[in-house]
């Protein structure tokens, strides 16, 4: 069965701090993404890696960064929290291969900055 | 710039109706499109995937593409309240890693 992890549901981070989301999968996917999501907004494309220490920037990624040191592991890495970083936080991950497969998603991590 | 547009809705059916859920595109080089289901608070689930015209079945889900209209539905038949939830529409562009989403369309079914 497809399982991707994040590493905290909830997580509330005063303005400034550096903020780790950790993601894990279990189904040796290549791909990995990172997507916020906000009302009106919709999905928005922070970061991709499409394999080990390989990292395209998406569509927002201002103030974030990344890390994939391992195959089933995507780091997204808030280097100084913002109250317009609150958001719902997604990690999904997928075949290599295009836009051929789905992405499977993770629970989401919701992020309040103080 | 590619789009991808949704009613925002919220669509409301009574139960045991054929709820339909409407997806346009902007980009003739779509290749693939996919339907994902939302409960609140929760993060997106995939239903179905389609990639060529035509219907594509699934139990009570049906996917319909027609690519000349630049269009994809979502049928559920036999709608039930479980089936609350915002459903989003993503398509996938060739030679790009990237999909786009449509921001959802919340439906509500009426028991």
């Known amino acids: 069965d497809v399982k991707v992890t994040q590493s905290s549901r909830y997580l509330v981070k005063r303005t400034g701090e550096k903020v780790f989301l950790e993601c894990v999968q279990d189904m040796d996917h290549e791909n990995m993404f990172w997507y916020r999501q906000d009302p009106g907004l919709g999905l928005r494309l922070i970061y991709f890696s499409y394999d080990v220490k390989m990292k395209e920037k998406g569509d927002i990624p201002e103030g974030y960064s990344v890390s994939r040191e391992k195959k089933e592991r995507f780091s997204l890495i808030l280097e100084s929290a913002s109250t317009n970083q609150t958001s719902m936080y997604l990690c999904?991950?997928?075949?290599?291969?295009?836009?051929?497969?789905?992405?499977?998603f993770g629970p989401g991590t919701r992020l309040t900055v103080t | 710039q590619k789009e991808v547009e949704q009613n925002s809705g919220p669509l409301s059916v009574p139960e045991g109706a054929i709820a339909s859920l409407n997806c346009t595109y902007s980009?003739?080089?779509?290749?693939?499109f996919f339907w994902y289901r939302q409960y609140s608070g929760k993060s997106p689930e995939l239903i179905m995937f389609i990639y060529s015209n035509g219907d594509k079945e699934d139990g009570r889900f049906t996917a319909q593409l027609n690519k000349a209209s630049q269009y994809v539905s979502l049928l559920i038949r036999d709608s039930q309240p479980s089936d609350s939830a915002t459903y989003l529409c993503?398509?996938?562009?060739?030679?790009?890693?990237?999909?786009?989403f449509g921001t959802g369309t919340r439906l509500k079914v009426l028991a």
């Open positions: 993503a398509v996938g562009y060739s030679g790009t890693y990237k999909y786009i």
């Open positions: 999904a991950s997928r075949l290599t291969g295009g836009t051929n497969y789905e992405q499977y």
């Open positions: 980009d003739r080089g779509s290749q693939s």
